[in-house]
């Protein structure tokens, strides 16, 4: 009697539930079961668009749902059934899996399920379950669920299929994006790809450039299908390689068959949408060639003549010619530039003027952010910004060039029986440096003003080699009028024979000279004062009294 009222009171869906589980206690599933809860299971199959034997399960799932490891043997007990009644339910569970009604998790000897929090909290609400509409998102917000997804499929919850499934929902639901439609103009293979979604997530979510086997397989749950996939990988025949999208890591100048890495190329097409760290942190070290500003310079005869070459060299016209022949003749196509000399003598100012009258951006390369003091660290920055100027280099219509300005703290002598950390780590980033000058496709300048400290085995690679000597008299005097033009010429001389200054220092006296003319109104060159700042700028030392037993 008491069972019969509890029957015929008004139904919710957690009632349902309720009478379903009461009735399929020790039932085996059987004709009379179905009878009997035939108005609950009408009721659940009804507001939840499932068939009964899916509405069973569903009712055994939600009184189950405290337990985050539900299993086949616990339904088994239940119905007091064999496990084998219930594997024939599979195809009914596999459907509420589909449906995000429940996940599933499977270990190589094991299959358990969970309730999602959201289900059971629907269940309470008496509504029926609704996935997430994952629509209308932003990109940041496409890969926060990219994420849940991958997350679920490592830990076995959904199958390939079920997160496959899921990620094309995802995309279709998001058309808007540029990413999505990129993903899409592609035209891949449904395989390929998911796995260029999986690069892409682990580079997005996880800042991921060192992207082992390990890092994939788990999204295959398909042995045969996962060989296949790593075969055409490992022979650098995949489709996402012959289409640039993904390569190998390079270990110290070496191929590493076992690390891949999404190219420059794909990272630029896929994620303008995202304004990623990653891929913005090396613009601040960027110089534009179109935001140098014109500045004439004043170089010896010889300096002159080799700062010419080497402008006419790095035209884009006679540059790619050269590359090209040195490529036919088995030659290395880098060019490797040393400046060396005083400081002020113009070494960092001629490379600016080089990529201004070239048309070539610069990459300048921060020698104190190279160096850590995590150990292995300085090594992979050192590498790090080799990779970025090869990326840059691909995706550049005019080879950028790339600046080591100030080079003395990484070309000087290498220590001979290095014990020390700081010291092995010293040669580890010249070892990689050399290595990479090797193989470079690019132009790299380097300046110093200790060239007779730098290594012999730099020095070999350097294939131009300019020395910036302090100017000549006459220079001296061209820079003086350049910078003071209103100076008469004969105290442009007296100041040129007087002061062997460099054209740096020049023109800190000039700029000295120019604040103090604005703080005291006076736009008059005045010798004299001229004079007293030069004296300021030599910075002469006075004889120092000796200390010590005489």
Not at 239 to 265: H, P, Y
Not at 271 to 278: D, R, W
């Amino acid at each position: 009697m008491e069972t019969k009222k509890r029957m015929t009171r008004k139904l919710d869906l957690l009632t349902a539930v309720e009478q379903v589980v009461e009735l399929s206690k020790g039932s085996r599933l059987n004709a009379e079961f179905f009878k009997k809860a035939a108005h609950p299971l009408k009721h659940l199959s009804e507001r939840l668009e499932m068939t009964k034997e899916q509405s069973v399960m569903m009712a055994l799932f939600i009184d189950n749902s405290n337990d985050t490891s539900i299993r086949n043997s616990d339904f088994s007990r239940h119905l007091e059934c064999s496990t084998t009644r219930v594997i024939r339910l599979m195809s009914d569970i596999e459907e509420l899996e589909r449906r995000g009604l429940v996940c599933c998790r499977r270990d190589e000897s094991d299959i358990s399920y969970r309730v999602p929090w959201e289900v059971v909290e629907a269940f309470k609400r008496n509504e029926k379950y609704t996935p997430r509409d994952y629509s209308g998102l932003n990109c940041s917000e496409l890969f926060n669920v990219i994420e849940e997804i991958m997350k679920m499929r490592k830990d076995k919850e959904l199958s390939t299929e079920v997160a496959i499934m899921r990620l094309q929902q995802l995309m279709d639901g998001n058309n808007h994006l540029l990413f999505v439609q990129k993903l899409k103009s592609f035209n891949l293979y449904e395989k390929d790809e998911m796995l260029l979604l999986l690069f892409s997530h682990l580079f997005v979510n996880n800042n991921d450039d060192n992207i082992g086997y390990h890092d994939l397989n788990f999204f295959f749950d398909c042995p045969t299908q996962w060989s296949l996939i790593k075969g055409r990988l490992n022979k650098n025949s995949h489709i996402l390689q012959e289409t640039k999208m993904i390569e190998f890591n390079n270990d110290e100048g070496f191929v590493n068959r076992e690390s891949f890495r999404m190219t420059w190329a794909a990272k630029q097409a896929l994620f303008s949408e995202l304004n990623l760290v990653s891929m913005n942190q090396d613009r601040k070290n960027v110089i534009k060639h179109e935001e140098i500003v014109q500045k004439q310079l004043y170089y010896d005869k010889a300096v002159a003549s080799q700062v010419s070459d080497l402008g006419q060299l790095l035209e884009e016209s006679h540059y790619n010619d050269v590359c090209s022949r040195l490529k036919d003749k088995g030659y290395r196509s880098g060019f490797t530039c040393l400046f060396y000399g005083a400081p002020g003598t113009g070494k960092t100012e001629t490379v600016l003027q080089l990529a201004r009258q070239t048309g070539r951006d610069i990459m300048q390369v921060n020698i104190s952010e190279i160096k850590s003091m995590w150990v292995g660290e300085s090594e992979k920055n050192i590498k790090k910004v080799f990779e970025q100027y090869r990326m840059k280099v691909e995706t550049s219509t005019i080879a950028p060039i790339l600046l080591f300005n100030e080079a003395d703290a990484i070309i000087g002598k290498r220590q001979e029986g290095a014990e020390r950390a700081v010291e092995k780590m010293e040669n580890s980033i010249q070892n990689i440096i050399l290595q990479e000058m090797e193989t470079l496709n690019g132009i790299l300048i380097a300046t110093t003003n200790l060239a007779q400290n730098m290594d012999k085995a730099f020095e070999r690679r350097f294939l131009y080699k300019i020395k910036f000597n302090k100017p000549t008299l006459e220079a001296r005097m061209q820079i003086w009028h350049s910078m003071l033009p209103e100076l008469q010429e004969s105290d442009i001389r007296a100041l040129a024979e007087k002061y062997d200054f460099s054209g740096g220092q020049i023109e800190n006296i000039a700029r000295h000279y120019a604040i103090d003319s604005i703080l005291h109104s006076d736009s008059a060159a005045s010798l004299e004062k001229l004079m007293e700042h030069c004296d300021s700028e030599r910075l002469e030392q006075k004889e120092s009294r000796k200390i010590g037993f005489k």
